[in-house]
């Protein structure tokens, strides 16, 4: 019986969206799966990038982030931005840079490729619910991929804040829950549990 994919989503303000899609992305390479693990928001600072590469020739990782944070304005307190001080760009509501916009769009072609051109059987597509909200990728580009999919591809799209409409798309949602977090105290992210 062939192999039927279906389409997951990870979102909510808790911790291990991320987490939760690479334990996936192991497990279907352990059953002989081809994986594309396709970061929206993120540059190869994170910790996983260094295992990630090195896990199986059946997983291709790519990053489409910049170095710094994006954010909308007003979309985080003062104390947030002081704690993120340079690192991020800061840009107002519906004008985000076009690089930044270019990138992700770049990444939409990437994953509508991924998805319908039949050389993986598992696409993660991590952070593009975030991209969306920072206005980079749009509800339309995300139905497009969505649209392009093959019966036979898993795929996984994480980030906070997934819409009503994409959650209704999907076939599988989660949302992780935070009741607490060390953040809250002002605790950056640490590398290996965090980043």
Known sequence: MPFRGYVQIYTGDGKGKTTAAIGLAVRALGAGRRVLFLQ???SRFYSEHAFLEKLSPALTLVTLGKPFFVAKDGAFTDDDMRRFGKKAVV???GQPP???RKAMADGVELAKQAVSGGEYDLVV???IIVARY???VS???IVDIL???LDSVELVLTGRGASNDLVSRADLVTTMQNTKHYFDRGVLARAGVDC
């Open 134 to 136: 920072f206005e980079l």
């Open 91 to 93: 840009f107002a509501p």
């Open 98 to 100: 076009e690089k930044y």
């Open 40 to 42: 929206f928001m993120k």
């Open 147 to 149: 649209s392009s999919r």
């Open 139 to 141: 509800d339309n580009q």
């Open 125 to 127: 597509l991590d952070e």
